[in-house]
């Protein structure tokens, strides 16, 4: 059964340092997203990518934060100069295009951020 | 996306079924009803959504009452495996997640 991955599964940085987390969508799902999980905390939604741009973006999402698609399978989150309080569980998922909505999402297992 | 209400917890005894309750009282016309779980801190894994009718599929089954402001998760059969938290997400171009509800199956 596809799935979504992610790289690395954990990654310990330095604050102000930048970071790239990988991930790999299903291949056939046109919809992208990234989430972040605070420890204890809800799944917060980041950013979606259609069609090559963003779609939409939360507030959390500054201008620290960018998302790119090199490739046709790589879908990546950049965090240009890293804070303590981005220390959290980040989650991408992907979604196929369908009528019911973009609720489908099918999530990877996560890329866990330590910045000290 | 429409505000759900979901109990903080509930406990199902191991090989019963599982119903978990969710409100939306507020879901317009072209809302889905979407369930996720999320075991421990991994990531959040699709289970079942609906729009008006009952939907099942291999990992659970999706009541939804007629006037649509609120909907059931059964899980028919719940094992130790099914322990998480269970997240029901009105809405129709994201998902947004709450706090769920905690279901503890016991041995």
């Known amino acids: 059964e596809p799935e979504v991955t992610q790289t690395p599964s954990h990654q310990v940085t330095q604050m102000g340092q930048e970071v790239i987390l990988r991930c790999v969508p299903i291949s056939n799902h046109l919809y992208f997203y990234w989430y972040r999980q605070i420890l204890g905390q809800k799944v917060e939604f980041l950013v979606s990518?259609?069609?090559?741009?963003?779609?939409?973006k939360s507030e959390i999402f500054d201008d620290q934060f960018s998302v790119e698609r090199p490739d046709g399978s790589n879908f990546t989150l950049k965090i240009r100069s890293t804070k303590l309080e981005d220390s959290a569980m980040y989650f991408c998922?992907?979604?196929?295009?369908?009528?019911?909505?973009?609720?489908?999402?099918?999530f990877g297992p996560g890329t866990r951020l330590t910045v000290l | 996306d429409a505000k759900t209400t979901q109990p903080p917890s509930m406990d199902c005894a191991e090989g019963r079924a599982a119903n978990l309750p969710c409100n939306h009282s507020t879901i317009s016309g072209n809302e889905y009803v979407y369930w996720y779980r999320q075991i421990h801190s991994q990531g959040p894994q699709y289970i079942i959504h609906g729009l008006k009718n009952n939907e099942t599929n291999e990992m659970a089954s999706l009541i939804i009452t007629e006037d649509r402001k609120s909907s059931t998760l059964i899980l028919p059969h719940a094992t130790l495996r099914d322990t998480a938290v269970y997240y029901c997400i009105a809405g129709y171009q994201k998902v947004t997640f709450g706090t769920g509800t905690k279901l503890q199956v016991i041995p």
């Open positions: 990518f259609y069609n090559n741009e963003i779609s939409e």
């Open positions: 998922a992907s979604s196929p295009v369908g009528a019911s909505g973009r609720g489908e999402q099918f």
